[in-house]
């Protein structure tokens, strides 16, 4: 389940910073790849640290929580390094729609299992 959304989510990223370049130039191509890599690298680190958790429940919500929190830091560390960096031409709408996909990639990795789940009475 992790390995499909880390892989809906890198798709999602790389088609979002494509399409912003191609349509709108490759500054707000950059931007969107900024946006992207503040989603995309946090949540790797998360679904590191989940699968290293233990097997029991409390371990598993410990690792949980811990990712989660360091997930929350990097995401707000990452956009503040962005930003002080004051990329050249740095446009806020592709830099917000990156990270916006990368996090909806998320939720639509759920959607089949969810179909199935309806499908099967669940």
């Known amino acids: 389940m992790a390995r499909r959304v880390q892989i809906i989510q890198a798709v999602l990223g790389t088609a979002t910073s494509l399409g912003f370049t ?5 500054a707000a191509g950059l931007s969107a790849l900024a946006g992207v890599l503040c989603a995309l690298i946090p949540n790797l680190v998360f679904f590191l640290i ?10 598993f919500l410990r690792s949980f929580r811990r990712g989660e929190a360091l997930k929350m830091l990097l995401t707000l560390l990452l956009f503040a ?15 917000f729609a990156g990270f916006a996909l990368v996090l909806l ?5 759920l959607l089949p299992g969810l179909a199935m789940e309806a ?3 669940g």
């Open 81 to 95: 390094i962005v930003l002080l960096l004051r990329l050249p031409d740095l446009k806020a709408l592709p830099l």
């Open 105 to 109: 990639g998320h939720w639509a990795s």
């Open 22 to 26: 191609a349509i709108f130039g490759s």
């Open 50 to 59: 989940l699968r290293g958790g233990g097997q029991d429940s409390r371990d």
């Open 119 to 121: 499908r099967h009475g």
